[in-house]
């Protein structure tokens, strides 16, 4: 089977170094790519709503899909080069169209995906798995493993639980208040006027 490196360019180096941990000696290795298709979409948009739909000659959407294509392709060399030399091969993929359904097809040919969190990074929780993170952790046919990019946060950024409010920290509830029949403006003991 295969290795799957989801190269992303902010968590590519972590990435990486798992999955030269985590790669059978001989096992093919797959760094891929993908560029979001609403790059070209939105360059092109913009430049059609400013100078109108004649002017193809000097469309940037085609400018902004070859710097993406170059930035790609730096960041894979790198993320190649990273890898060092192995006994199973490494090689590079890039795509372009939507991010977490890319992966996700390309996770159908891998035993493993390593990939990494992309969301708020600096806690613990939910929180630090971006949009397509979260989807392609939901929906790869394969095994995930997620990766912080840089070091993992303490544990005291864990978030409490349910139902705990945030003042008072993990494990810190407000207590079971008060007890049946004692809900605010009903069945109190005093009434609006202070009277039993």
Sequence with gaps: ???LVWVTE???PACVAAAGEYAGPGEPVVLAHVTPAELH???EGAFGALLGRHHHDRDPATRIDALAGENARELLAAAAERIGPRDGPVRTVERQGRVEREIVDLAGQARLLVCARTGDTDRLGPASLGHATRFVVDHAPCA???????AA?????LPPPPGHGHEHGPGHGPGPGPGPGHEHGRGHPHGPEGEP
């Design 1 to 3: 089977m295969t290795v």
């Design 10 to 12: 902010d968590t590519w």
């Design 41 to 43: 979409g939105a360059a």
């Design 144 to 150: 995930v493993l997620l990766v912080w990019p840089g």
């Design 153 to 157: 946060p303490e544990l005291d950024t």
